[in-house]
């Protein structure tokens, strides 16, 4: 059973730092394509960073380019995202995402998700 669980969230000032974490269980984990996503109160749930296998490729959303950073400890199947210079505009809901391969068939998992509030 695939389980992704996320940490870290929390309340703070503007121009301070979060990072989350996101631990995952029950699949290949090295394989996987990780991603965070996140989803503001009326809004749609956006992409903010992804990170391929092998750490071979990254995206950020142009909102967090330069001040967020996602990595991967494959040791520990454990995502993170570094955030730095928070915005009142990042408070959302965090989400962890990840696709799992087999062979050529990709399943896609979420977790519960985490709140991040920046005032």
């Known amino acids: 059973q695939v389980q992704l669980v996320e940490s870290g969230g929390g309340s703070v000032q503007t121009g301070e730092s979060l990072r989350l974490s996101c631990a995952g269980s029950?699949?290949?984990?090295?394989?996987?394509?990780m991603a965070w996503f996140r989803q503001a109160p009326g809004k749609e749930r956006e992409g903010v960073a992804a990170?391929?296998?092998?750490?071979?490729?990254?995206y950020y959303a142009d909102s967090v380019k330069g001040r967020f950073t996602i990595s991967r400890d494959n040791a520990k199947s454990t995502l993170y995202l570094q955030m730095n210079s928070l915005k009142t505009e990042d408070t959302a809901v965090y989400y962890c995402?990840?696709?799992?391969?087999?062979?050529?068939?990709?399943?896609?998992?979420w977790g519960q998700g985490t709140q991040v509030t920046v005032s």
């Open positions: 029950g699949y290949r984990y090295s394989t996987a394509t």
């Open positions: 995402f990840a696709t799992c391969y087999s062979g050529s068939k990709g399943t896609k998992y």
């Open positions: 990170i391929w296998p092998g750490d071979t490729r990254k």
